[in-house]
């Protein structure tokens, strides 16, 4: 029974020796710092006999109602700057910045910390703004704004420097310090800004319209090859295209060129053959009418008038005869040149064969119709010719003969020409009645022997001149008389 008191007693103890100790164990957090007072104690480094001792991330023993433990807390603060600064230059300014700080990790620091903020840990962001924004005044008042915008850090690393013995002095340490703005009510940095704003913008609208320049040429020399490769593409298209044509139109035409090729040897053969025919009737005309012809001429020369009228009637009716076949052989070798030319007309390539096949054959056709007209005129003129002299000769032996021959056959035309001065009578009054006409047609018939005595001394009188002169006698007809002939006036039949 004792054992067990004592048992329960010594776990008792136990109990409360444990609760003690841990109503007198203090440990500090890494973030913060113990400060105990209440019995003197030296700390390394702190001037001696300070009063208080400092313990930072380890655990102390603490007597309860003999001593006093508080904490200071080391963790990261911050404080905003709102200060209306001027400069050098009299411009006035805002400046908005931000400082980070906190209380020092060495003992001095907590210890000057401990004894300015240990009560008043809230107020410490206001103590730190009100330092910071007295010598922030102070260095703003000695910079320009132009010192200020070009060289922030030089603003930060004074207003640090500025502050640092106080805030030793405090035991605190700037951890940052920024400036982020600087504003500016009065627009002296907006001014300021303008020129160089102006040749920004400036730069910029030069390098943009360079740009839609360099862009607009690039999409001008797109379009151009684009437009050449649409050209090439086409002139290739056509040229294919024009070939595919012309293979076709070739096979089109291979039949008709065929056919008109075989049409062109027909015609050159038959031209071949009228002009072989022309030459033929050429020489048929040689051996039938002027041969012919000449003899004739020769054997008809002493004959008379009558004979001469005949020969020149069958050489006219020769010649015409000859006209006429000559001309209906053109007619035929041209209706057949030109019935060739039209059923080759619509033969493209045959036509020009065709158009000089046909001026061949029309050339071979008139080249034979002249040959026949010039020597049907060239017998008629032989004849005439031959005529011409048998007339001559006949009125050198017998002159009378002549002109009463050439009266005779003219006889109807004196006659006629004798009576025409009656023509325009109107009213002719007879006195001796029937005895009267006759008298009067025995006049009209008497005028022609009257020509005959005129003409007979025409003749005369010619006659005489030919002697006189013994030179060549007049021509008539074209045919030039010997001075011993005698040419009577005659009248030309056509």
């Not at 504003?183 to 300021?192: A, F, H, R, V």
């Not at 009463?404 to 325009?424: D, R």
């Not at 025995?442 to 020509?451: H, I, P, R, S, V």
Request: glycine share 8%; proline share 3%; hydrophobic share 45%.
């Amino acid at each position: 029974m004792i054992v067990g008191v004592v048992a329960g007693a010594a776990v008792a103890a136990v109990l409360v020796l444990i609760g003690l100790f841990k109503l007198m164990w203090r440990v500090a957090e890494p973030n913060e710092a113990l400060i105990i007072s209440g019995s003197k104690h030296r700390t390394e480094g702190l001037e001696e006999g300070m009063g208080f001792r400092i313990v930072t991330g380890r655990g102390t023993l603490v007597l309860p109602g003999v001593q006093a433990v508080r904490k200071l807390s080391l963790d990261l603060n911050e404080t905003e700057l709102h200060v209306d600064c001027v400069t050098h230059q009299g411009i006035p300014l805002k400046v908005r910045g931000v400082v980070i700080f906190k209380v020092g990790d060495d003992f001095v620091s907590i210890a000057n910390a401990s004894r300015r903020f240990l009560d008043q840990q809230r107020l410490m962001a206001e103590r730190v703004h009100n330092v910071f924004a007295g010598h922030l005044r102070s260095i703003v008042g000695g910079l320009t704004v132009e010192d200020m915008i070009r060289d922030r850090e030089k603003l930060t690393g004074q207003t640090r420097a500025a502050c640092g013995t106080e805030m030793e002095k405090l035991g605190l340490i700037v951890d940052s310090l920024q400036i982020h703005e600087i504003e500016d009510p009065t627009g002296y940095i907006q001014n300021l800004a303008m020129p160089h704003a102006a040749a920004v913008q400036r730069d910029a609208r030069i390098a943009q319209a360079e740009a839609n320049r360099l862009a607009t040429e690039a999409e001008q020399q797109s379009y151009a090859r684009m437009a050449e490769a649409t050209r090439d593409s086409e002139i290739l298209q056509a040229g294919y295209q024009a070939e595919r044509d012309k293979a076709a139109a070739s096979a089109r035409q291979a039949g008709p060129l065929a056919d008109a090729g075989a049409r062109q040897e027909v015609v050159v053969q038959e031209t071949r053959v009228a002009e072989l025919e022309a030459h033929r009737r050429e020489q048929q005309l040689q051996a039938d009418v002027r041969k012919p012809a000449d003899a004739r001429a020769y054997e008809k020369r002493t004959l008379a008038e009558a004979e001469r009228d005949a020969r020149i009637s069958a050489a006219q009716a020769k010649a015409k005869e000859t006209e006429l076949a000559a001309a209906a052989e053109a007619t035929r070798v041209k209706a057949a040149a030109g019935a060739e030319a039209e059923a080759t007309k619509t033969r493209g390539a045959a036509t020009a064969a065709a158009t000089r096949a046909t001026g061949e054959a029309e050339a071979a056709a008139a080249q034979a119709k002249g040959l026949a007209d010039a020597e049907a005129t060239r017998a008629q003129g032989l004849a005439e010719a031959e005529a011409i002299k048998a007339r001559a000769a006949a009125l050198a032996e017998n002159q009378e003969a002549v002109v009463a021959q050439q009266l005779a056959e003219n006889w109807p035309e004196i006659v006629q020409a004798g009576a025409s001065a009656f023509g325009n009578v109107d009213n002719m009054v007879l006195l001796n009645g029937a005895d009267g006409m006759a008298e009067l047609f025995a006049k009209a018939l008497t005028m022609g022997g009257t020509g005959l005595g005129l003409a007979r001394q025409l003749l005369s009188s010619m006659n005489q001149n030919d002697r006189s002169t013994s030179g060549p006698s007049p021509s008539l007809n074209g045919v030039t008389a010997p001075p011993s002939q005698k040419v009577p006036v005659e009248r030309e039949e056509d």
